[in-house]
Nanobody, 126 residues
Framework: QEQSEEPGGVSVRTGGSLRISCVVPPAIYFRNVCVAWFREAPGKEREGVAIGDHDFTDYAAFAKGRFTASRDDPKNTLSLEMNNLKVEDTAQYIC????????????????????WGQGTQVTVVS
C-alpha cells in the first residue's frame, strides 16, 4: 500500500506494510540537505524515525530492520516504507528538512528542522 502526504489517514493491519511519501519545496530541498522522518502519537514526544544528508543512514531502534527511508532528489521527494507494522507504530508520520547545517543525526533532535510536512496519520489495527 502507498499513501501520499494528503489529508486523511490510512489504516493498516498488524503485520502489514505501507509506503508513504512527501514532497519538499524546491527552495528548501538542495543537495545533501538534512532530511528526516519523525512520528508523533498523542501524549508522546515527537521522535525521530530516520535521518540522513545523502542516504538515510541513521534509524531509530524501533525502525531498524522494519522501516526503510529513501530520497528521490530530482523529485524533491522523501519516502518511508514500513514493514511488519505494529499497533504501537500508530502515529502521525511527518517529513522534515533542515537548511541550518551541522550534524545530521537523530540524537540532534528536531529543533534544527525548519521545514515540516503536513504529516500522514497511520493507524495500525489488530
Amino acid at each position: 500500500q502507498e499513501q501520499s502526504e494528503e489529508p486523511g489517514g490510512v489504516s493498516v493491519r498488524t503485520g502489514g506494510s505501507l509506503r508513504i511519501s512527501c514532497v519538499v519545496p524546491p527552495a528548501i530541498y538542495f543537495r545533501n540537505v538534512c532530511v528526516a522522518w519523525f512520528r508523533e502519537a498523542p501524549g508522546k514526544e515527537r521522535e525521530g524515525v530516520a535521518i540522513g544528508d545523502h542516504d538515510f543512514t541513521d534509524y531509530a531502534a524501533f525502525a531498524k530492520g522494519r522501516f526503510t527511508a529513501s530520497r528521490d532528489d530530482p523529485k524533491n521527494t522523501l519516502s518511508l516504507e514500513m514493514n511488519n507494522l505494529k499497533v504501537e507504530d500508530t502515529a502521525q508520520y511527518i517529513c522534515a528538512a533542515s537548511r541550518v547545517g551541522g550534524r545530521c543525526a537523530l540524537d540532534v533532535g528536531y529543533g534544527m528542522f525548519d521545514y515540516w510536512g503536513q504529516g500522514t496519520q497511520v493507524t495500525v489495527v489488530s
